[in-house]
């Protein structure tokens, strides 16, 4: 077993792979009048004008390990993702 009573867990973590998190975000927002990011012209566009426009995700995990919000829409640098190595 993995985890025993001698052998305890201290963190799990799970995690998603980017291109199917992005997918399912496009189709989530497409519909979610309630959240802050509704973009009700998502539901004119396709997902490959979706993945190739301005308001797909960039490197979120990166951002805020570094401090560089996309809001601020100042680019990221191989600093950048040294730095959150």
Same mark, same amino acid.
């Given at each position: 077993?993995?985890?025993?009573?001698?052998?305890?867990?201290?963190?799990?973590?799970?995690?998603?792979?980017?291109?199917?998190?992005?997918?399912?975000?496009?189709?989530?927002?497409?519909?979610?009048?309630?959240? #802050?990011?509704?973009? =009700?012209?998502?539901? !004119?566009?396709? &997902?490959? +004008?979706?993945?190739?426009?301005?308001?797909?995700?960039?490197?979120?995990?990166?951002?805020? #390990?570094?401090?560089? =919000?996309?809001?601020? !829409?100042?680019? &990221?640098? +191989?600093?950048?993702?040294?730095?959150?190595?």
């Amino acid at each position: 077993a993995l985890y025993t009573v001698h052998h305890k867990a201290l963190l799990f973590t799970v995690l998603r792979h980017p291109v199917e998190r992005a997918v399912s975000t496009y189709y989530y927002l497409q519909n979610a009048e309630w959240e #802050l990011s509704y973009q =009700p012209h998502w539901k !004119n566009i396709t &997902l490959m +004008q979706y993945a190739m426009g301005v308001d797909i995700e960039n490197n979120w995990i990166v951002r805020f #390990l570094v401090n560089k =919000p996309q809001l601020d !829409n100042e680019p &990221l640098n +191989q600093n950048d993702f040294e730095l959150a190595k």
